[in-house]
Nanobody, 115 residues
């Protein structure tokens, strides 16, 4: 059973930074595409950033220039560096991995941007 576990969320003031981490376990395969999504209260889950095994990245327009997605040296790990955070970035952030046509999700980590 593939499991994704996120960490690194929390409360931060506007303009601050946070780094989210995600590690997948339960598979010997390399998860080619991994990404981060978020869901704010009353809104649909939306893409934040994705990265392929080859290093190609894609970002939501709202986070371009502020967030950076990267893969770790350890297999099936992914990070999201979030800078210049805004109150509208407040949401539950979910890690996602696409493996053999199946989407796997983490349990989510809360990010709150507030003064």
């Amino acid at each position: 059973q593939v499991q994704l576990v996120e960490s690194g969320g929390g409360l931060v003031q506007p303009g601050g930074s946070l780094r989210l981490s995600c590690a997948a376990s339960g598979t010997g395969f390399t998860i080619n595409t991994m990404g981060w999504y978020r869901q704010a209260p009353g809104k649909q889950r939306e893409l934040v950033a994705v990265i392929t095994g080859g290093g190609s990245t894609r970002y939501a327009d709202s986070v371009k220039g502020r967030f950076t997605i990267s893969r770790g040296n350890a297999k099936n790990t992914v990070y999201l560096q979030m800078n210049s955070l805004k109150p509208e970035d407040t949401a539950v952030y979910y890690c996602n991995g696409l493996l053999l046509g199946i989407n796997y999700w983490g349990q989510g980590t809360q990010v709150t941007v507030s003064s």
